[in-house]
């Protein structure tokens, strides 16, 4: 009696095991788990993106990590999380951690996103050059003007220090609040103050700052001297976009650095797919590629 029921417990226990090895979905490209860091300026995008993936493809879960660039950059290069939407290419000296494990980093442009200046709707300005930004970054100005970013540590005040050739933002003339929205409300209550915000932040729009668009214009941008966009003042639309005109504009990446053959190779593919960028087309930033359409003319 004794073997019989060591016999039907081992049984069982078998039984279990391999019930719990079928149920679990493979890893491939177009089922399984994963999870991907998100610089929390593109996150809507983003959204709309793995819902549309996760209805083509039902056995996909991929988990969104958000966050400012500064935050979620170290989980991506110390490899605790190997996949990370950011507005630019890692540097060499980034590079170094996939490069010790002798793991490619494979880095995909999707989109390609415009950053928008706005105004009070009540200003009578509605142009600026870069020029004069560079001028207020770099602690220059005289105009009276002011900046008003939505983090610290973002990726678009990185892009503007960058862009101005500053390490630190000036103590007069540019502040930070905490997202996006806080920018819109704040340029919406405070004039002779100019918001730094992503277009898609603008066109899909959320109930917290529907009451506050009214409120606020898109400035008019125009470029350096010599430089595309040079010759007029342009907003960040997606035809600007598009054609690279419109002075601050930034390429949107995926960077895999999985090292295998799964989940986050299938949906970063799929983020360059006729697919996956007919989704940019519509949330108004600049798509990787437009594919051709062809049409059948009959007689």
């Not at 991929?62 to 490899?79: A, C, M, R, S, V």
Request: with cysteine.
């Amino acid at each position: 009696m004794r073997i019989l029921a060591f016999a039907l417990v081992v049984t069982t226990l078998l039984a279990c095991n391999r019930g719990a090895k079928t149920d679990k979905v493979p890893e491939t490209r177009t089922s399984g788990t994963t999870e991907l860091l998100v610089d929390e300026s593109f996150s809507r995008i983003l959204d709309d993106q793995i819902l549309v993936f996760k209805s083509d493809y039902p056995n996909t879960s991929i988990k969104t990590i958000l966050g400012n660039e500064n935050k979620i950059l170290p989980d991506f290069l110390n490899g605790k999380i190997k996949m990370i939407i950011l507005s630019r290419m890692l540097t060499e000296a980034e590079e170094n951690y996939y490069k010790q494990r002798k793991t490619p980093v494979f880095t995909d442009r999707f989109a390609i996103d415009g950053i928008a200046l706005i105004t009070n709707k009540n200003n009578i300005d509605s142009n600026i050059n870069v020029k004069d930004v560079f001028e207020i970054l770099q602690g220059k100005s005289t105009s009276g003007k002011n900046l008003v970013f939505d983090n610290a540590y973002s990726s678009t005040v990185r892009y503007f220090t960058d862009s101005a050739k500053v390490k630190t933002l000036p103590k007069k003339g540019v502040y930070t609040l905490n997202n996006n929205n806080e920018v819109i409300k704040y340029v919406a209550e405070h004039e002779n103050y100019i918001g730094i915000v992503g277009v898609n932040w603008l066109l899909e729009s959320n109930d917290a700052i529907l009451t506050y668009l009214p409120k606020i214009k898109v400035m008019g941008v125009k470029n350096l001297e010599g430089k595309p966009g040079s010759d007029n003042y342009y907003k960040p639309t997606q035809n600007n976009l598009v054609k690279g005109i419109y002075p601050f504009l930034r390429n949107v990446y995926i960077l895999n650095g999985e090292g295998r053959d799964g989940l986050g190779t299938g949906f970063a593919n799929w983020l360059t797919s006729p697919r996956g960028q007919l989704i940019v087309l519509k949330s108004g930033l600049g798509p990787h590629k437009i594919a051709p359409r062809e049409f059948n003319i009959r007689k």
